[in-house]
T-cell receptor, first 116, second 110 residues
Framework: EPEVTQTPSHQVTQMGQEVILRCVPI?????FYWYRQILGQKVEFLVS????????KSEIFDDQFSVERPDGSNFTLKIRSTKLEDSAMYFC??????????????FGAGSRLTVL | GENVEQHPSTLSVQEGDSAVIKCTYS??????FPWYKQELGKRPQLIID?????GEKKDQRIAVTLNKTAKHFSLHITETQPEDSAVYFC?????????FGKGTMLLVSP
């Protein structure tokens, strides 16, 4: 069964450092997402991406965050200057088509970010 | 934007009992309602979903009901087993982005 692959599985960083989380979506999928989950809390939407541009973003996705798909396979989330409150599990997800009702959103295993 | 409320936050049942988790949503235009199961430290996994043109859907021991008028939907698990223990999230979507509820921790005791 095709999977969404995320690296690293766990990253520890110092406050103020830049972090890049990487995702390889399922190969025939066209819509990509980042969600985050602070420990013990709900899954929160960060950003969606299609056709090499952001299609939607939440209030959480401020100027410190950016996404790109540099090589047609990897989909990355960059946090420029990490804060303590950025500590969370970050999930990448992908979907073949845009509308929720048409296709299932498939999540990766997550990247746990710990900011010290 | 969409707001999804989920209750209860924790639910403890005995093995073999039924479990019901309820969610309400705010955006009447939402038309897709998936349920995800998340085991400790793992990714959310879709267990069942329902679209707004359907009132009920069943898959073995799991069923979901949707009341569009009242804007609420529920997950029903019958004959619960210890391996059903996990956090369950409901979600709602109008077009693309899923908005999740806060989750229900289900504990099934043998």
């Amino acid at each position: 069964e095709p999977e969404v692959t995320q690296t690293p599985s766990h990253q520890v960083t110092q406050m103020g450092q830049e972090v890049i989380l990487r995702c390889v979506p399922i190969s025939n999928h066209l819509y990509f997402y980042w969600y985050r989950q602070i420990l013990g809390q709900k899954v929160e939407f960060l950003v969606s991406f299609y056709n090499n541009e952001i299609s939607e973003k939440s209030e959480i996705f401020d100027d410190q965050f950016s996404v790109e798909r540099p090589d047609g396979s990897n989909f990355t989330l960059k946090i420029r200057s990490t804060k303590l409150e950025d500590s969370a599990m970050y999930f990448c997800a992908s979907r073949a088509q845009r509308t929720s009702g048409a296709n299932v959103l498939t999540f990766g295993a997550g990247s746990r970010l710990t900011v010290l | 934007g969409e707001n999804v409320e989920q209750h209860p936050s924790t639910l403890s049942v005995q093995e073999g009992d039924s479990a019901v988790i309820k969610c309400t949503y705010s955006d009447s235009a939402s038309n897709y309602f998936p349920w995800y199961k998340q085991e400790l430290g793992k990714r959310p996994q879709l267990i069942i979903d329902i679209r707004s043109n359907v009132g009920e859907k069943k898959d073995q021991r799991i069923a979901v009901t949707l009341n569009k008028t009242a804007k609420h939907f529920s997950l029903h698990i019958t004959e619960t087993q210890p391996e059903d223990s996990a956090v369950y999230f409901c979600a709602a979507s109008r077009v693309s982005t899923l908005t999740f509820g806060k989750g229900t921790m289900l504990l099934v005791s043998p």
